[in-house]
C-alpha cells in the first residue's frame, strides 16, 4: 500500500510532503499544508454556495518560501477527498513486441497523481485536499477486499485499472456504498452494456468507440474495402467484432477475414525478422482487392508484424499502423502542451492512454468537488451523474458521461506510433444530440438498464 | 490665364493631397500574429489588404500596442519571451523577457508595467517594458491565460484554464485579491468601459462569465444557441466591448460566429458568420470596424460594427491568433 500525496519520485511515495522546487515552480505541493496555506492566501468566490474566507491575501513571494511553516499549519476546515487508485497485477500478461510500448511500472497511476496535482492547484483555492492511496494486488479477490476495506476507511473513489471481471466484483462488493469506480483500462463492451453497474463510470473507450472512430476516418478516406485480420484471443475477437459493426454502420465492407494463429513463443531472440518478413507476406496471399488491412491483435502480439510486410501494399491499421486510441504521446492539441509538460515533469516518461484514463477520473471527482463546494461521497456523485457535469479535458470540447451507461463521451485520436493524423467523429457524421455518440454505442441500442 | 491655370493646378493638387491626407488618417495598421507561421500580418485597415508580413520568433500569440501605439508587442510563446516591433517601420526594437510559454500580454493603463501570463508555470509575470525586466512574478491556478485591465488600472484579471478561475490582482500590491469560479476552460476576461464588470468567457464550459468588479459576485451567465450547431461547437473565446458600453463581442470558436451581445439586457441580439475557428478579435481605434482572426481558415473577418454586417474575409498567415490595430 502507498500513499501518495505529491510528486515524490517513486519509490519514495510515503514520504508525505517531499518538495522539488524546480518541478514546482514555487508551489508547494504537499498538500495538507499547502492546501490550507494558500487557501487562506487565496480566498475564492465561488458561483454558488462556496466558502467565502476572510480575504486577508499573503504576500505572493512567501507562498514561494514559506513551505515549512505551511507544512506545520493543519487545518480542520479544509475539505479532504481521497481517492482510491486500484491495481490488478496481471503477471500473466505477455509483453507486447516493441520494447516501446512495455509498460512501466506506473502506468495508470501516474496519471491518478496529476490528477491530484491539478484537483490540489485548484484545490488550494478552495480549501480542499486531495489524497490519493493506491492498492495492487495479483489476487482478484484480494484486491476487492482490500478496496472495499478502504471504501469503508474513507476512500469512496475508486480509480481501477483491472480485469472485466475483477471490475464486476468490485463493483457489486461496493454496490451499498457512496462510492463509484471509474474503470480507467477495460474497454469490454459488457460492462457498458447488459453487465454494466449504476456504480461504474467508464473512462476508458469501449471498443465499439474505438473502431467507430477509426472507421470514420476510414470512411472519410474512402478506403472501403477491408482485409481484416483476427488474432486467436477472445479480446481480438472482441475487437474484430466491433470492427465488423463499426463496418456495417459506416457502409464498409470487409472483403476477407483471416485468423492469425500463432505461438507467441520468446518475445525477444536474436534474430526473427529473417523469417516473419517471409510469413507475413506469404499469409496475405490470395486476397481479394481490398484498400486497407485491419488487424486485431490487443495484445500486441503480432500486429506490428504487418505493416510494411503485406503481400501486395496497403495500409495497415486497427491495432497496429493507424490506431485509435484516447491519448497520444505527441498531441499538442487544445492547451495539451502544458499538460503533456506537466505530466513529463512528474512522470519522467511520455503519458500514455491509461494515464489519461485515470487522470480525466481523478479529474472529474475534482471538477465535482470545486463546482459543489462539497466533500460528501453522495454528493459528489450525484453531481458527476447529473447533467451539470463537464469536464474540460485537453480534447477541443467538453466531456460528460452518457447518463444510460456511465461511459465517458469523448473525441478519440486517430495516430501513428509517432503523431496523431486525424480526431474522430469526423466531419459529416452528425448526431441528434452529440456528434460524440456517433462513436460507440448510442442509447437507443444500449442493453444497459441499471441506469433507469 | 497662365496664372490662373496654374492656381488652379495647384488648387487641384492641394485638393488632391488634402484628399490623400484625409484618407491616410482614416487608415490604420492592424497587426494580425500568425501561430503556425511565426509571422505577423500588417493589414491597412483602408483598403483591406495586407501590406506587410513581419517575421517573427516561434510560436506568435497575444499581441498587443505598447509605447503609445509606437511599438507592437507579441508573445513569441515557443520562445520563452515577448518581441517588440516598431509598428511604423515593422523593424524588431528589443525583445523583453517573459516566463515560459508566454501567452497574453496587457499593459497597465498608465503604459507600464507589462503583465503576462505564462501558461506553462503557473504565474502571471509583471515586467518593466521600457527597462526591459521582470519586476516581479505572480502564482495564479494552471494554466494562466486571459489578461483583462480594469480602466482605472486598479484590477489585474487573470484566467487560469485547469483551475476554472479568474483571479483578481491588486495591481498596487501586485497580490491575488480574490478568486471567482467560472466555467470550464476560462480563455478571456474583459472589463466594461466603466470597469463595473468584468466578462470571462469559457471556452469549454461554452459560456461568458459577467462578474461585478467590486464585490466579485457573479452577475449573470451569458449562453448562446445558434441553430444547426451543436452546443459542443460553441466556445466562446475572445470578447470585446465598445468603448461606449453598449455592444460586446464574443467570438465563438469552431461555432464560426461571432456573437453580438447587448451589455445592458445582456442578451444576445444576433450571431455573424465568420471564418473556421474564431478565437480573438479587435477593433481599429475608430471601432468602426472589428477584425476577427480565424485559426482554421486562416484569415481574419472584417465586420462593418455599425450595420453589423461581415464585410470582407482577407487571407493571412497560418493560424492567425491575436489581433490588435494602431493608428497611422
Redesign the interface.
Same mark, same amino acid.
Request: aromatic content about 4%.
Given at each position: 500500500m502507498m500513499i501518495y500525496a505529491g510528486p515524490a519520485p517513486r519509490p519514495a511515495r510515503s514520504v508525505l510532503c517531499r518538495l522539488n522546487p524546480s518541478l514546482l @515552480?514555487?508551489?508547494s505541493f504537499c498538500v495538507a499544508g499547502a492546501a490550507f496555506f494558500l487557501a487562506a492566501?487565496?480566498?475564492?468566490? =465561488?458561483?454558488e454556495g462556496?466558502a467565502q474566507p476572510p =480575504?486577508e491575501?499573503?504576500? !505572493? $513571494?512567501t507562498?514561494?518560501e514559506t513551505q515549512a511553516p505551511a507544512a506545520e499549519a493543519k487545518s480542520d476546515d479544509t475539505l479532504k477527498i481521497r481517492l482510491l487508485m486500484a491495481r490488478e497485477i496481471q503477471e500473466d500478461r505477455l509483453p507486447p513486441l516493441s520494447l516501446l510500448d512495455i509498460p512501466p511500472p506506473d502506468d495508470g497511476l501516474a496519471g491518478a497523481q496529476l490528477g491530484v496535482e491539478?484537483n490540489n492547484?485548484?484545490g488550494r483555492?478552495?480549501k480542499q485536499e486531495f489524497i490519493l492511496d493506491t492498492v495492487e494486488n495479483a489476487n482478484s479477490d484480494e484486491l476487492v477486499a482490500e478496496v472495499s476495506k478502504k471504501v469503508d476507511e474513507g476512500f469512496p473513489f475508486v480509480v481501477a485499472d483491472a480485469r472485466p471481471e475483477t471490475l464486476l466484483k468490485l463493483a457489486d462488493a461496493l454496490k451499498d456504498k457512496d462510492a463509484v469506480v471509474f474503470n480507467v483500462a477495460a474497454p469490454d463492451e459488457d460492462l457498458r452494456e447488459e453487465n454494466c453497474r449504476v456504480n461504474v463510470k467508464h473512462t476508458a473507450p469501449s471498443r465499439t468507440m474505438l473502431a467507430d472512430a477509426l472507421a470514420q476516418y476510414l470512411a472519410w478516406k474512402q478506403w472501403r474495402n477491408w482485409l481484416l485480420v483476427v488474432g486467436p484471443a477472445p479480446e481480438d475477437k472482441a475487437f474484430a467484432d466491433a470492427l465488423k459493426r463499426a463496418a456495417t454502420r459506416f457502409g464498409l465492407k470487409i472483403v476477407n477475414e483471416r485468423v492469425f494463429e500463432y505461438e507467441p513463443g520468446s518475445r525477444r531472440a536474436d534474430g526473427g525478422f529473417e523469417q516473419i518478413q517471409q510469413q507475413i507476406p506469404s499469409f496475405m496471399q490470395d486476397a481479394p482487392d481490398h484498400d486497407v488491412v485491419v488487424v486485431a491483435d490487443e495484445g500486441e502480439l503480432f500486429g506490428e508484424y504487418f505493416p510494411y510486410r503485406t503481400w501486395i501494399s496497403r495500409p495497415v491499421v486497427g491495432t497496429a499502423g493507424l490506431y485509435p486510441t484516447t491519448w497520444h504521446p505527441a498531441v499538442e492539441l487544445w492547451?495539451g502542451?502544458?499538460?503533456q509538460?506537466r505530466f513529463q515533469r512528474l512522470a519522467k516518461r511520455q503519458m500514455r492512454p491509461i494515464d489519461y484514463n485515470a487522470w480525466t477520473a481523478v479529474r472529474s471527482v475534482g471538477?465535482a468537488a470545486?463546482?459543489t463546494n462539497s466533500s460528501d461521497a453522495k454528493t459528489l456523485i450525484d453531481y458527476m451523474r447529473s447533467d451539470k457535469f463537464?469536464? !474540460?479535458a485537453f480534447k477541443?470540447? @467538453?466531456l460528460t458521461y452518457r447518463a444510460w451507461n456511465g461511459q465517458l463521451r469523448q473525441p478519440i485520436f486517430i495516430a501513428t506510433p509517432k503523431i496523431h493524423v486525424t480526431v474522430s467523429p469526423q466531419p459529416g457524421f452528425l448526431?441528434e444530440f452529440? $456528434?460524440?455518440d456517433t462513436l460507440g454505442v448510442d442509447r437507443p441500442e444500449t442493453k444497459c438498464t441499471a441506469f433507469q | 490665364m497662365k496664372r490662373q491655370s496654374t492656381g488652379l493646378a495647384l488648387a487641384l493638387l492641394a485638393g488632391v493631397m488634402l484628399a490623400f491626407s484625409a484618407s491616410n488618417a482614416l487608415a490604420y495598421r492592424v497587426f494580425v500574429s500568425n501561430e503556425k507561421e511565426n509571422t505577423i500580418s500588417v493589414i491597412d485597415s483602408e483598403t483591406l489588404e495586407v501590406i506587410h508580413t513581419i517575421k517573427t520568433g516561434n510560436r506568435p500569440r497575444g499581441i498587443i500596442l505598447g509605447n503609445e501605439g509606437k511599438w507592437v508587442i507579441v508573445c513569441v510563446s515557443d520562445d520563452n519571451k515577448l518581441q517588440v516591433f516598431d509598428t511604423q517601420t515593422y523593424e524588431l526594437v528589443k525583445d523583453l523577457p517573459s516566463g515560459p510559454?508566454p501567452e497574453l500580454p496587457i499593459l497597465h493603463t498608465s503604459g507600464n508595467p507589462l503583465y503576462v501570463s505564462n501558461?506553462?508555470?503557473?504565474?502571471v509575470t509583471v515586467v518593466d517594458i521600457f527597462e526591459n525586466r521582470i519586476i516581479?512574478?505572480?502564482?495564479v491556478?494552471?494554466?494562466p491565460e486571459g489578461m483583462g485591465m480594469s480602466p482605472d488600472g486598479k484590477w489585474l484579471v487573470n484566467t487560469s484554464?485547469?483551475?476554472?478561475?479568474a483571479?483578481f490582482i491588486?495591481t498596487e *500590491?501586485?497580490?491575488?485579491?480574490?478568486?471567482?469560479?467560472?466555467d *470550464?476552460?476560462p480563455r478571456v476576461a474583459e472589463f466594461t468601459p466603466d470597469g463595473k464588470e468584468v466578462w470571462v468567457s469559457a471556452?469549454?464550459?461554452?459560456t461568458v462569465?459577467v462578474i461585478a468588479t467590486e464585490s466579485?459576485?457573479?452577475l449573470a451567465k451569458i449562453n448562446f444557441e445558434i441553430q444547426g450547431i451543436?452546443?459542443?461547437?460553441i466556445?466562446p473565446v475572445g470578447v470585446r466591448i465598445t468603448s461606449d458600453g453598449k455592444k460586446a463581442f464574443v467570438a465563438l470558436g469552431?461555432a464560426n460566429r461571432v456573437a453580438v451581445v447587448d451589455v445592458a439586457t445582456r442578451e444576445v441580439e444576433r450571431y455573424l458568420l465568420v471564418g473556421q475557428r474564431v478565437w480573438n478579435l479587435g477593433f481599429t481605434p475608430d471601432e468602426k470596424l472589428l477584425f476577427t482572426t480565424n485559426g482554421t481558415s486562416n484569415d481574419v473577418s472584417v465586420i462593418d460594427t455599425a450595420s453589423l454586417k461581415v464585410t470582407k474575409s482577407i487571407r493571412v498567415g497560418r493560424y492567425p491568433w491575436g489581433v490588435v490595430a494602431a493608428p497611422n
Open positions: @515552480k514555487g508551489f492566501a487565496f480566498p475564492v468566490r =465561488a458561483g462556496a =480575504a491575501a499573503a504576500p !505572493a $513571494e507562498a514561494t491539478d492547484t485548484t483555492f478552495l492547451g502542451t502544458q499538460f509538460n471538477e470545486s463546482r463537464d469536464l !474540460a477541443g470540447q @467538453k448526431h452529440s $456528434e460524440l | 510559454d501558461e506553462d508555470d503557473n504565474l516581479t512574478d505572480i502564482p491556478g494552471v494554466e484554464e485547469t483551475t476554472n478561475m483571479h491588486d *500590491s501586485l497580490k491575488v485579491i480574490d478568486n471567482v469560479l467560472v *470550464s476552460r471556452e469549454i464550459g461554452g462569465t466579485r459576485e457573479v451543436t452546443k459542443d461547437a466556445q469552431p
